[in-house]
């Protein structure tokens, strides 16, 4: 039998022992490098150096040793065109037929905590990327394998078949090509940070497929979703999910806004979720007495909606739960108690993020058609701002623990928005309107008489005074929102006449 040429050099060895062995029972000899070479001799799997190939040594602390003719050429030659074979033999070259490699861990690299610059830039890997583009260039002759989970099918279609399918080379180089591009998009992403580029000319990004969904926002929709390697862990796209049905795109989308407004508190606190708006939110000693507030701000809406909690969910908090169809239930933890309540219900989904992570700082990246738009998350918080009290009157101690809850919402709810809110919980939320009073009247209209002394913050500046005019009727007593409209005076003016106090931030919170 004539020997093909396989050549094999990986960072991560899982199975690779194994996978050489067989391939030298289908008759195959097998070239390998540094690592991968000594773990194969170990075993007894016969092997033959790079260095036997290139007749060179592998020099520069092994930043070369493929990067050879000898290689290169067995790996591009097209092995079905006379003119190539006559070249190869020529210059006494070995066409190689199958290519078995896996890259430098730079990720993993980058990943530690601790990682040195030189460390990282040593973890670029030169000569594994060129091989796996040059063999996925060359599928139509060429098997090339990246992935340790595609060795038993390459081995089977050998066995079956003396070599393996054309499609199959085909899904192989696509995956090269997708592997090598994340990789260097990895670098590319490490290297601008490091260069502080905050506006490249071209932004590369890559994501991990994490599941497969059912469907999309409707039925109608296909939809996936993936997870951005090296990504902030105190994320939904990190958490672990303990009990339930399989998450839905809806339910990733509701799970992640719910997560973003409980990170607002350090204190126990409860938020309470509707498609991607809150409904509810509270605070409180326990995270049982938030989540009771969260609960009465709202009762109606939080059917079928999902809950983040900061602290654990305890028996207590976990009963009162269990009372309620939910979706999903976030927390950092539960008791055993609580588990074995919550566990009761088949379909109701448990995560658990880690909330004594930090977030990374990442950019929020949304797609239009053909196009992406990129912005900084808004972390913008109220002691960052310049707050002043343009009226007459300043609010009170409880009245300025009500405006600083209501400014924390605001800034998650789909504009227009108004958040009506007392100090420890919201009473009404206005969101999502084409102008700002009719968000207003629904804010104020579910508050009802909670609204009275109460506080009412707005995403935006008001452009009449119409909005003072319906919180003052409604009763409310403060009122905090950006200013910097030219009719700013009209609405003082207003908030003056009703004895409202005003305080205007500088600061405007769109969310569209």
Same mark, same amino acid.
């Given at each position: 039998m004539t020997k093909k040429r396989a050549l094999i050099s990986v960072s991560d060895k899982n199975g690779i022992v194994d996978f050489a062995r067989e391939l030298v029972e289908l008759g195959f000899e097998i070239v390998s490098t540094g690592g991968t070479k000594k773990a194969l001799a170990e075993a007894e799997v016969p092997v033959i150096g790079i260095s036997e190939v290139t007749n060179f040594p592998e020099i520069l602390e092994g930043r070369v040793k493929t990067l050879h003719p000898n290689i290169h050429g067995g790996l591009l030659a097209k092995v079905g065109e006379e003119g190539h074979r006559q070249q190869l033999e020529e210059h006494g070259i070995t066409p190689i037929e199958l290519v078995c490699v896996n890259l430098y861990p730079f990720q993993q690299t980058i990943s530690k905590e601790?990682?040195?610059?030189?460390? $990282? %830039? *040593? #973890? %670029?890997?030169?000569?594994?990327? &060129?091989?796996? =583009? $040059?063999?996925? +260039? #060359?599928?139509?002759? %060429?098997?090339?394998?990246?992935?340790?989970?595609?060795?038993? /099918?390459?081995?089977? *279609?050998? +066995?079956? #078949?003396? =070599? /393996?399918? &054309?499609?199959?080379?085909r899904k192989l180089a696509a995956k090269v090509f997708r592997h090598t591009a994340a990789y260097d998009s990895l670098i590319a992403e490490y290297m601008t940070n490091l260069a502080g580029e905050e506006n490249p000319e071209k932004l590369t990004v890559t994501y991990e497929l994490k599941q497969s969904l059912r469907y999309g926002e409707n039925p109608h929709q296909k939809a996936s979703f993936y997870r951005k390697p090296l990504g902030s862990s105190f994320s939904i796209a990190n958490a672990q999910q303990l009990h339930g049905k399989e998450l839905s795109y809806n339910n990733i989308n509701d799970a992640d806004a719910a997560l973003q407004i409980v990170k607002e508190f350090s204190e126990p606190a409860a938020v309470a979720i509707k498609h991607m708006n809150p409904c509810g939110v509270g605070t409180g000693n326990t995270v049982y007495d938030a989540f009771l507030k969260a609960f009465e701000a709202d009762p109606v809406s939080i059917f079928g909606g999902i809950i983040a909690l900061n602290r654990e969910v305890d028996g207590e908090t976990a009963g009162k739960l269990y009372e309620l169809f939910l979706e999903i239930i976030i927390a950092p933890s539960f008791s055993e108690e609580a588990l074995e309540i919550l566990t009761g219900k088949k379909n109701l989904r448990l995560l658990t993020v880690p909330f004594n992570h930090e977030d990374k700082k990442e950019m929020k990246l949304t797609t239009i058609e053909g196009g992406l738009l990129a912005q900084d998350?808004? /972390?913008?918080?109220?002691?960052?701002?310049t707050v002043s009290v343009a009226t007459k009157r300043e609010p009170t101690e409880e009245e300025w623990d009500a405006l600083k809850l209501g400014w924390k919402i605001v800034k998650h709810v789909k504009s227009n928005a108004i958040v009506v809110a007392g100090k420890d919980a919201t009473i009404g939320i206005g969101a999502g309107q084409m102008n700002r009073v009719g968000a207003a009247k629904i804010a104020l209209e579910q508050a009802g008489k909670k609204a009275e002394g109460a506080a009412l913050a707005s995403d935006a500046f008001f452009p009449m005074d119409d909005t003072v005019e319906a919180a003052a009727k409604a009763g409310i007593t403060a009122i905090i929102q950006p200013g910097g409209s030219v009719r700013d005076k009209d609405s003082i003016k207003k908030a003056d006449e009703y004895g409202i106090a005003m305080v205007f931030t500088g600061v405007r919170h769109f969310k569209h």
């Open positions: 601790d990682v040195s610059v030189e460390d $990282a %830039i *040593e #973890n %670029i890997d030169i000569g594994g990327p &060129a091989m796996l =583009r $040059a063999s996925a +260039k #060359n599928h139509e002759y %060429i098997t090339v394998v990246v992935d340790p989970v595609d060795y038993r /099918t390459v081995l089977e *279609e050998y +066995k079956q #078949n003396g =070599r /393996t399918e &054309a499609t199959t080379r998350f808004d /972390t913008y918080g109220l002691e960052q701002a």
